[in-house]
């Protein structure tokens, strides 16, 4: 079946420290949502991509959709305490599929 | 506005004991879904339906798992016997409509243990 790889799984920064998360699919996408997830927390929608090329920033967070439409990236600038929680793709062809998510952890 | 209703928040039970879980979307949402998250992986849609007709109940094990929306507003997910893979976060969501557009409202999770 459809499947989508989200990496890394982890990712340990400084506060302070940029972070990125990447989503890859096999097949070609119709739109990809990202949400995040606070410990303990359930998952709230941030962002949707629906356009080849298409880069979307909401203050230190980019979003990228790729030319092919196969995979995605969310940026962090300057990672902040608050900015921690696991970030996951859904991806949409025929099936809503969801990324197993990275982890940002801030070290102390 | 309301966001999506869920309870029990937290349940524990005994392997092959039954379980039922129950939502209420956000008024005027069309299309509600179900998702099982297990601890460190992401959410895994269960069912999806549009009002009261299911649109995707492919990964639902229907062996154990069932669900219903009856009147298209809110729903009840059971699972009958429980196993101890079970044990996960039960998360309901909500969205205006059924096309893969629609931004997900999330309840809070019925966290269920079985022993």
């Known amino acids: 079946g459809q499947q989508v790889m989200q990496i890394p799984q982890y990712q340990h920064v400084q506060e302070g420290e940029d972070f990125t998360t990447y989503c890859n699919s096999s097949t070609t996408l119709s739109n990809i949502q990202w949400y995040k997830q606070r410990p303990g927390g359930h998952p709230v929608f941030l962002i949707q991509?629906?356009?080849s090329g298409e880069v979307k920033k909401q203050k230190r967070l980019t979003f990228q959709f790729g030319e092919a439409k196969k995979n995605s990236s969310l940026h962090i600038t300057a990672t902040q305490t608050t900015d921690v929680g696991t970030y996951f793709c859904?991806?949409?062809?025929?099936?809503?599929?969801w990324g197993a998510g990275t982890k940002l952890i801030i070290k102390p | 506005e309301a966001g999506v209703a869920q309870s029990p928040r937290y349940k524990i039970i005994e392997k092959r004991q039954s379980v039922a879980f129950w939502c209420n979307p956000i008024s005027g949402h069309a299309t509600l879904y179900w998702y099982q998250q297990i601890l460190g992986q992401g959410p895994k849609l269960l069912i999806q339906f549009q009002n009261n007709g299911v649109v995707d109940d492919s990964q639902l094990p229907k062996d154990r798992f069932s669900a219903e929306r009856l009147k298209g507003v809110d729903s009840t997910l059971k699972i009958q016997p429980a196993k101890l893979e079970d044990s996960a976060v039960y998360l309901c969501a909500s969205s205006a409509d059924s096309g893969s557009y629609n931004e997900q409202f999330f309840g809070p999770g019925t966290r269920l243990t079985v022993l």
């Open positions: 991509l629906v356009k």
């Open positions: 859904r991806a949409s062809n025929y099936q809503l599929i």
